[in-house]
């Protein structure tokens, strides 16, 4: 393997990383804060990119890529804070809650899904880029999307960790996510603090949208494949911390660039999996995790 060579396989282990934190923290945090799996977090994902192709396109509004971005981001924010209360919220007192929030988001990412079809067609669409051209310093080649994008999703990491860390609203959310029934005993306001928490991993799920639909071509199910890679990623990391998902993100990222570069690009989802499987056998509570001790 030549320095060009390797090179590449850390550039793309990092695009993929990148990419990765971001639509594992979206899901994560329902995840650690509902404790449910959202199956339409993929579907998030593919109406942010259609949302941001409507509004920055030529061929639509024109506004150009941050205006689309944003209205992507604020849009995606509202829509999954009106699917929780259509789908989440007359199930959460139910015994089964987590099987009948497995089939009503499984519903709404069909719906979704056939919507972005009805509006926007079958046929493959991009979104043009904010940045041309590309970075050459000395082995290392990137482009200036690619770059751009690894520069946002990193700021917007450490602004939800800010958030999550030393805001009065991010502290609450942590304590829902830590004990509902305490946080309750305490004054908070349960209900409408789940309704932010699926807002803001819808609208991360937009964003993410938006920079798979800048550097790739969309389709209305583009939102499958990284549905089942933030899976990945957050059983591997584990949901003890919100962090967790972000670290399993860049190791699964450039495990994925090698693999594809030495097994090929079929292999590596089968191996991806094997490897998932195997860390729940070793250790369920994921490779970031803390094993707590039953009675």
Known sequence: MSAQT???ILTSGLMLGVLYALMAFGLAIVWTTLGIFNFAHGAFIAAGAYIAWQFGSVDAFGFGFWPALLASVLLMFGLGVLLQYLLIRPFERQAQMVLLTVITTLAGATIINSLLSIVWGPRAKQIAPAFDGDLVWGLLRISGQELMMVALVGATLLALAWFLLHTPLGR???????????????????????ALTFGLSAAIAGLAGVMIGSTRFMTPSMGDDPLQKALVVVILGGVARFTAPVYAAFLVGFAEAFLTYFVGLYWTPTLLFLGMIGVLVVKPEGLFGQRQRSV
Do not use: F, I, K, W
């Open 6 to 8: 390797l090179m590449s």
């Open 172 to 194: 609450c959310m942590r304590a829902v996510a830590q004990n509902r029934e305490a946080a309750q005993l305490m004054g908070l306001d349960v209900p409408r603090l789940y």
